[in-house]
Each structure stands twice: as C-alpha cells, then as structure tokens.
C-alpha cells in the first residue's frame, strides 16, 4: 500500500478525491502541459523508464485542456492575425485563463515555457536546470503561434528543439519533458549512466561497442578489450573530442573555451 501522506491540499472549483491514484502529490516534480491535445499524453511519457517512475511518483504529469478556457459556445481559443496574414493566433485572454489555472496547480517558481522555433535552443544544461526545480509548465503552440502580449505578461521563456516547424508543441513537450525527468535521481536507476553521455562535459559522446567482438568483418578497437582503463578513458575522450570537432564546431569552440583554449587555434587531436 502506498502512503497518502504526500498528497497535495488546494483550493479547487470542484470536490477532489485525495485517496485517488491520480490525486496530486506534494513536493513531486512536476510537468503541467497546456495543449489542445490533451489525449496526446503521457504518450511515449508513459513507457519504459520515464513511465516506470511515473507509475512510481517519481514525477506528476498534468495536462490543462486549452479549449475548457476558450470564448463562446464553441470555446473558440483562437483568432485572425492582427495587420493581416494567413492562419490563426492564439488568443492572450483565452491563454491568460489557462495560465491563472495552471499557476495555481503548481509552485510559484516553476518557469513557464512556450515551445517556439524563434526560442532559444533548448540544451542538456536546460533540462539538468529543470530537474532540480519544483518542476515546469509547458505551452503547447498551435496554428501561427501565441498572442506576443501575454508572453510578455508572463515573462514566459520561449524554447526550440531545433531549426524546423513542427504542427503543434506536443511532441517537443514530450522531449523537453523526457530530457528533464531522466535527470531525476531514481528515474534511470544508474547515476553514473547519466554523467557519460552526450553533452555531460561538454562533448558529444564517444562511440559504444559490444558483442560480438567481430561483426561482418569490423572488429572492436583493441583498446576497449585491453582492460588498460586509463588508455580505455583516455581513447574515449580522444574519440568525443574527435566528434566534437567533426560535427559540432559550435560545441568544440564552447568546449575549448571551458578548457581555457583558444577557439582560434587549429587544434590537432
């Protein structure tokens, strides 16, 4: 049996059931998601690891429905662009109900973000910022976006996964949601797992080998299988420099600068 010592006491517009298995947990990291789409969660949220520790309370999943707080009969949540052009806008007065509810559900300090191709791209350092608050509140943009004033109101962090359009925010809040949660300790279980991956120092990872020790004709590097782990660390380090380099010249300048390296030197690895 689980313990209902943790669950959470607030004001609510309608009568809650505390002992329910979804009721609300105090002091759990939380992700709120304000979406049209609210079927579309937990999603790939709900499998493997990441739904294992939410089954667990590791972390609490909220999704706000956006069209409860829409105008009219048919809860319209949004409308034409002001000055002219295609497609619709999300309405700041529509969003402006949704956000009063959601601020409400969730600590004060949580940020609010609104995942936005103009936003700031989103990193490991982001999502590691995130795990160690009390959790975070996700927009999810529609149509041609979100009404500028209530962002501004709101102070709310504009995100982007990346330099491309997606139809709607869902599926980057579940990465965004994804990256973070995996950063909460017991989520993967092995701490040392999250600390060797990509981006943890700076650099992306170094290739990973396993059995069989041949396969069609490609043999693992013999360092791997020496047992020697400092010439294994020291490979290791030399490939993620060596990748870095290759295909991330942004990361290696940001890295060597870390380093107090010259960006500006050729660096021969």
Same mark, same amino acid.
């Given at each position: 049996?689980?313990?209902?010592?943790?669950?959470?006491?607030?004001?609510?517009?309608?009568?809650?059931?505390?002992?329910?298995?979804?009721?609300?947990?105090?002091?759990?990291?939380?992700?709120?998601?304000?979406?049209?789409?609210?079927?579309?969660?937990?999603?790939?949220?709900?499998?493997?690891?990441?739904?294992?520790?939410?089954?667990?309370?590791?972390?609490?999943?909220?999704?706000?429905?956006?069209?409860?707080?829409?105008?009219?009969?048919?809860?319209?949540?949004?409308?034409?662009?002001?000055?002219?052009?295609?497609?619709?806008?999300?309405?700041?007065?529509?969003?402006?109900?949704?956000?009063?509810?959601?601020?409400? *559900?969730?600590? &004060? #300090?949580?940020? /609010?973000?609104?995942?936005?191709?103009?936003?700031?791209?989103?990193?490991? !350092?982001? +999502?590691?910022?995130?795990?160690?608050?009390?959790?975070?509140?996700?927009?999810?943009?529609?149509?041609?976006?979100?009404?500028?004033?209530?962002?501004?109101?709101?102070?709310?962090?504009?995100?982007?996964?990346?330099?491309?359009?997606?139809?709607?925010?869902?599926?980057?809040?579940?990465?965004?949601?994804?990256?973070?949660?995996?950063?909460?300790?017991?989520?993967?279980?092995?701490?040392?797992?999250?600390?060797?991956?990509?981006?943890?120092?700076?650099?992306?990872?170094?290739?990973?080998?396993?059995?069989?020790?041949?396969?069609?004709? *490609?043999?693992? &590097? #013999?360092?791997? /299988?020496?047992?020697?782990?400092?010439?294994?660390?020291?490979?290791?380090? !030399?490939? +993620?420099?060596?990748?870095?380099?290759?295909?991330?010249?942004?990361?290696?300048?940001?890295?060597?600068?870390?380093?107090?390296?010259?960006?500006?030197?050729?660096?021969?690895?």
């Amino acid at each position: 049996m689980r313990s209902y010592g943790r669950k959470s006491i607030s004001a609510s517009p309608r009568p809650r059931d505390l002992l329910a298995p979804d009721a609300k947990l105090a002091g759990v990291w939380t992700a709120q998601v304000i979406t049209l789409f609210p079927e579309a969660f937990p999603g790939t949220l709900g499998l493997s690891l990441t739904g294992r520790a939410l089954k667990d309370r590791l972390w609490q999943l909220d999704t706000i429905h956006l069209r409860d707080f829409g105008e009219g009969r048919h809860r319209n949540v949004d409308d034409t662009p002001a000055g002219g052009g295609a497609g619709m806008v999300l309405r700041a007065d529509v969003m402006d109900r949704a956000l009063t509810e959601a601020r409400s *559900r969730i600590a &004060p #300090e949580a940020p /609010l973000i609104y995942l936005s191709p103009r936003g700031r791209p989103f990193t490991q !350092a982001r +999502a590691r910022a995130l795990s160690e608050g009390p959790g975070v509140t996700v927009i999810c943009g529609r149509f041609e976006g979100l009404d500028q004033r209530v962002i501004d109101h709101y102070g709310i962090e504009e995100v982007s996964l990346g330099d491309f359009v997606l139809t709607g925010g869902e599926i980057a809040a579940q990465a965004l949601i994804d990256a973070t949660v995996r950063l909460i300790p017991r989520v993967l279980g092995n701490q040392s797992s999250v600390e060797e991956e990509s981006f943890s120092h700076g650099l992306l990872e170094h290739p990973q080998f396993t059995k069989p020790a041949v396969w069609n004709g *490609r043999a693992i &590097p #013999e360092v791997l /299988l020496s047992g020697h782990h400092a010439k294994i660390t020291d490979w290791q380090r !030399a490939e +993620a420099e060596r990748l870095t380099k290759e295909r991330r010249p942004d990361l290696w300048r940001a890295y060597l600068q870390s380093q107090g390296r010259d960006p500006d030197e050729d660096q021969e690895l």
